[in-house]
């Protein structure tokens, strides 16, 4: 996997500096980052503070932990009923 260069709290000063009304073009060479990048960046975390950041973060690991747990019980439940329907 991909490592991530940038944390939480650095995306979210970037977008605060951007709000302020430094220049995009500034910033993006400032920061070392692409133009799609920013843009990127403010679609997902637009308005947030960092630690509702963080928070939103962490409800999507968990959501994603809970997803495939279900996906794992359910398909321990079909082999179940397999096995039971192929014994009566």
């Given at each position: 996997?991909?490592?991530?260069?940038?944390?939480?709290?650095?995306?979210?000063?970037?977008?605060?500096?951007?709000?302020?009304g430094?220049?995009?073009?500034?910033?993006?060479?400032?920061?070392?980052i692409?133009?799609?990048?920013?843009?990127?960046?403010?679609?997902?975390?637009?308005?947030?503070?960092?630690?509702?950041?963080?928070?939103?973060?962490?409800?999507?690991?968990?959501?994603?932990?809970?997803?495939?747990?279900?996906?794992?019980?359910?398909?321990?439940?079909?082999?179940?009923?397999?096995?039971?329907?192929?014994?009566?």
């Amino acid at each position: 996997m991909k490592r991530k260069r940038f944390s939480v709290e650095q995306i979210v000063a970037v977008l605060k500096q951007a709000e302020v009304g430094v220049p995009v073009a500034e910033l993006i060479r400032q920061v070392g980052i692409s133009e799609q990048t920013l843009y990127r960046w403010k679609k997902q975390y637009k308005g947030l503070e960092t630690d509702q950041v963080r928070q939103f973060k962490q409800l999507q690991e968990e959501n994603g932990r809970l997803k495939r747990l279900v996906a794992e019980l359910t398909l321990d439940k079909v082999m179940l009923q397999d096995v039971l329907a192929k014994k009566l």
